[in-house]
């Protein structure tokens, strides 16, 4: 294995190169440490070498430890896994320490060889924490380069002495954003913010790097120096204490407490700071282990970042030549339509943009400019890139502009004739090898695609709004959906950045699915006077981004109605949610539709700011003397999700319970600490969610009542991640 090579030049300086072969970034793993470990021992016992610089032999510096590694720590621990996690850490924390102090006499911090960090681009996670223990960190000022740790973002913290390291450095303010938020920088941001010291020309990144370690610095670290104190102070210091309380009130604000890894982090640098340095370390070993042990990290990794990954590869791509778009044709200028034409065109995909009218082709159109000139804004894109990317976008009535697309996606209203009259239009002037997509929430692809000339080549696409900020897309199959179309929407979906699920074609597919009950359940809630505010906060506690009544007032009141009234056309006596549209009817007669008409459930200023829930809603509604426990409200909008998952799961509208899980989480927001429905599921263990739903089913309906796979998976103990391991090989 050569993860690191090093050689010393002729100049005494020993050059550590990072460079993880058949990989494009380099990744920490478990065998990697040792070797790192041998080379650090070996330059610092070798009188001929003056100083060591740790570089990298790609263009970037390191994409971090092996999220691989990092979900399957626990589990390769041994016996007693805690203990195991604990000690492998502070091996780790060894090899760092090591470099940190380089060989120094520990009680008068004489001698030792100076460490510089040589970073060529991108430096996250591992990749920024083993620099943090060299004396001196040398970034080459490459704009596109990332430099942070963002390891909160996927259910963890930065547990290689990052968290210590980079709030002692910083101080506990400083520091938050990169810790908390997972902020990432430019070389020069990361200079500005104090993270690295120096940004040079990349031409002469190793050069700088190796003149300062053969200056003769001074490398005794702050923290190592008698006298040391916190910038901007520690806990018990009056400017530290009300920092720390600030950070406290801004963590369980955002999270409300759902989310273990911030509130781990927060109280590692709380503790961290009122200790000497090396027992910090320990304290931050401990909550990394306290965080690693709690299954919603590994949930959280395995969904947000493998199985995630491995869709965006094409995990279930059908076996097909590239299909790459070359020309896509949008129809209907929109919100939607625009918002598809924004990001193809960013992609550099060439678009033509349809409209009944040129003035709503325009308008269309105009979306990515507004998004573009507030780019410039913040110097996030130049004039130069805003002229190339409409010079892409062809804003026209003129159906004869498709010649040439070989993908269409219609994004018109939502109306079946509407859709099939298009589809006739478009396929009169493109040619037989076109791939068609509709982009539709709710009508059926298989019914859509009997106005196509040829239903294999014909397939929906459901884009999230706003398109250009949510990250997934869900792609549905028809009953003759062929796999040249499903590989063309996928290929589409890699090309454009978001990541993709690929589902059956049945009602609602599989994201609204599940949310419809999330909103449903809330709304029965009021009927039956449980106090508005508990139902939102309930779901806020779960994770969720939010509640089901402000969810219904941003997807809009009449959207509700317009579902409802097609879906219990469609089911007959088999309706459901009665209950439900009482309360939604009700609203909508009082024109009261949503952030839309600024009224809805909540109330809303001359600004559109929500003020609060409307208190109109429990003068009609009243709430009842008695209210449920918290966790019967959080169960039922937990359950009413997750049961939906599952009898997806069955019915094969979901082929994968990966896309299950990543779908949930990037498509609704599902409580992403749980990792998704199905993880969530393994969480608590099959036995009990069904012992949970047959309680569920007997208070309050046959909704609840448990799906026959969850039953079976229960008698016989199953996890989905077990039993379905064949279809989730990636994770």
């Known amino acids: 294995?050569?993860?690191?090579?090093?050689?010393?030049?002729?100049?005494?300086?020993?050059?550590?190169?990072?460079?993880?072969?058949?990989?494009?970034?380099?990744?920490?793993?478990?065998?990697?440490?040792?070797?790192?470990?041998?080379?650090?021992?070996?330059?610092?016992?070798?009188?001929?070498?003056?100083?060591?610089?740790?570089?990298?032999?790609?263009?970037?510096?390191?994409?971090?430890?092996?999220?691989?590694?990092?979900?399957?720590?626990?589990?390769?621990?041994?016996?007693?896994?805690?203990?195991?996690?604990?000690?492998?850490?502070?091996?780790?924390?060894?090899?760092?320490?090591?470099?940190?102090?380089?060989?120094?006499?520990?009680?008068?911090?004489?001698?030792?060889k100076p460490i510089a960090a040589a970073l060529p681009g991108t430096a996250l996670g591992i990749g920024l924490e083993i620099p943090l223990?060299?004396?001196?960190?040398?970034?080459?000022?490459?704009?596109?380069?990332?430099?942070?740790?963002?390891?909160?973002?996927?259910?963890?913290?930065?547990?290689?002495?990052?968290?210590?390291?980079?709030s002692r450095k910083l101080g506990a303010m400083g520091a938050s954003p990169l810790l908390l938020e997972g902020k990432l920088n430019d070389p020069q941001k990361a200079k500005a913010a104090g993270v690295v010291d120096e940004v040079v020309p990349a031409d002469e990144l190793l050069a700088a790097a190796k003149a300062?370690?053969?200056?003769?610095?001074?490398?005794?670290?702050?923290?190592?120096?008698?006298?040391?104190?916190?910038?901007?102070?520690?806990?018990?210091?009056?400017?530290?204490?009300?920092?720390?309380?600030?950070?406290?009130?801004?963590?369980?604000?955002?999270?409300?407490?759902?989310?273990?890894?911030?509130?781990?982090?927060?109280?590692?640098?709380?503790?961290?700071?009122?200790?000497?340095?090396?027992?910090?370390?320990?304290?931050?070993?401990r909550w990394f282990t306290n965080v690693l042990m709690n299954p919603s990290s590994s949930a959280m990794i395995r969904s947000l970042f493998i199985n995630k990954e491995a869709l965006e590869k094409g995990a279930n791509r059908p076996v097909v030549a590239d299909q790459k778009v070359q020309k896509v044709g949008v129809i209907g200028a929109g919100m939607m339509g625009a918002g598809i034409a924004l990001v193809s065109a960013l992609a550099g995909i060439q678009v033509v943009l349809i409209d009944s009218?040129?003035?709503?082709?325009?308008?269309?159109?105009?979306?990515?400019?507004?998004?573009?000139?507030?780019?410039?804004?913040?110097?996030?894109?130049?004039?130069?890139?805003?002229?190339?990317?409409?010079?892409?976008?062809?804003?026209?009535?003129?159906?004869?502009?498709?010649?040439g697309c070989d993908l269409i996606v219609e994004a018109v209203f939502e109306d079946v004739g509407v859709k099939a009259e298009v589809t006739k239009k478009v396929q009169a002037v493109v040619g037989p090898d076109c791939i068609f997509a509709t982009n539709t929430s709710t009508l059926p692809i298989t019914e859509l695609a009997k106005a196509s000339n040829d239903a294999d080549k014909f397939i929906g696409i459901h884009f999230f709004s706003p398109v250009d900020k949510m990250l997934l897309v869900e792609i549905i199959k028809g009953k003759q959906t062929g796999d040249v179309a499903v590989a063309k929407a996928l290929d589409f979906v890699r090309q454009i950045r978001k990541t993709p699920i690929v589902v059956n074609d049945e009602r609602f597919f599989y994201a609204n699915r599940c949310i419809i009950p999330y909103i449903n359940e809330g709304i029965r809630m009021v009927k039956e006077g449980v106090e508005p505010a508990l139902i939102e906060n309930a779901a806020k506690l779960l994770g969720m981004p939010l509640g089901p009544l402000q969810l219904v007032d941003e997807t809009s009141?009449?959207?509700?109605?317009?579902?409802?009234?097609?879906?219990?056309?469609?089911?007959?006596?088999?309706?459901?949610?009665?209950?439900?549209?009482e309360v939604l009817f009700w609203m909508f007669d009082q024109k009261r539709l949503g952030r839309k008409s600024?009224?809805?459930?909540?109330?809303?200023?001359?600004?559109?700011?929500?003020?609060?829930?409307?208190?109109?809603?429990?003068?009609?509604?009243?709430?009842?003397?008695?209210?449920?426990?918290?966790?019967?409200?959080?169960?039922?909008?937990?359950?009413?999700?997750?049961?939906?998952?599952?009898?997806?799961?069955?019915?094969?509208?979901?082929?994968?319970?990966?896309?299950?899980?990543?779908?949930?989480?990037l498509g609704w927001g599902f409580a992403p600490w749980s990792g998704g429905p199905f993880s969530w599921l393994d969480i608590i263990g099959a036995p009990y969610a069904a012992e949970r739903c047959d309680q569920l089913t007997a208070e309050f309906g046959a909704r609840f009542t448990t799906p026959a796979l969850l039953r079976e998976m229960a008698d016989k103990n199953q996890e989905f991640y077990k039993r379905f391991a064949a279809a989730a090989k990636a994770a």
């Open 133 to 166: 223990a060299c004396h001196r960190i040398f970034a080459a000022d490459n704009p596109k380069a990332k430099i942070g740790l963002p390891e909160i973002m996927v259910g963890i913290f930065p547990g290689m002495g990052g968290t210590t390291r980079l």
């Open 357 to 403: 009218t040129q003035e709503a082709a325009d308008k269309g159109k105009a979306y990515t400019t507004a998004h573009l000139d507030k780019g410039i804004a913040r110097k996030k894109t130049t004039p130069e890139k805003k002229d190339a990317v409409l010079g892409l976008i062809n804003a026209t009535t003129d159906y004869a502009a498709l010649a």
């Open 557 to 581: 009141v009449d959207l509700g109605v317009k579902i409802a009234k097609a879906t219990r056309a469609a089911m007959g006596d088999d309706y459901p949610d009665g209950e439900v549209d």
């Open 598 to 665: 600024n009224s809805g459930f909540y109330s809303y200023d001359d600004k559109g700011k929500r003020t609060g829930l409307w208190e109109g809603l429990t003068a009609q509604y009243p709430v009842a003397d008695d209210q449920p426990e918290l966790t019967t409200v959080q169960h039922r909008l937990m359950f009413a999700q997750v049961l939906e998952a599952v009898r997806a799961l069955e019915e094969n509208v979901l082929e994968d319970i990966r896309e299950g899980d990543v779908g949930a989480i």
């Open 1 to 112: 294995m050569t993860d690191f090579t090093m050689k010393t030049d002729t100049d005494g300086v020993a050059v550590i190169t990072w460079d993880v072969q058949g990989k494009s970034m380099n990744v920490m793993t478990l065998e990697a440490w040792p070797l790192l470990d041998g080379l650090i021992d070996e330059a610092l016992a070798d009188d001929a070498v003056k100083g060591i610089v740790i570089t990298s032999g790609k263009d970037t510096f390191a994409g971090g430890m092996d999220l691989n590694v990092i979900a399957k720590m626990k589990e390769s621990a041994g016996d007693n896994p805690a203990k195991g996690l604990f000690d492998g850490l502070m091996e780790s924390h060894a090899i760092l320490r090591k470099i940190e102090r380089a060989g120094m006499d520990p009680k008068t911090n004489k001698g030792g």
């Open 212 to 285: 300062w370690v053969l200056s003769g610095p001074a490398i005794v670290k702050p923290w190592d120096e008698k006298g040391y104190k916190m910038p901007g102070g520690t806990p018990y210091h009056p400017a530290g204490f009300m920092t720390f309380v600030g950070a406290s009130a801004m963590v369980n604000g955002k999270t409300q407490g759902a989310f273990p890894a911030a509130k781990a982090l927060l109280s590692a640098v709380y503790e961290g700071a009122l200790v000497p340095f090396d027992t910090a370390l320990k304290i931050e070993a």
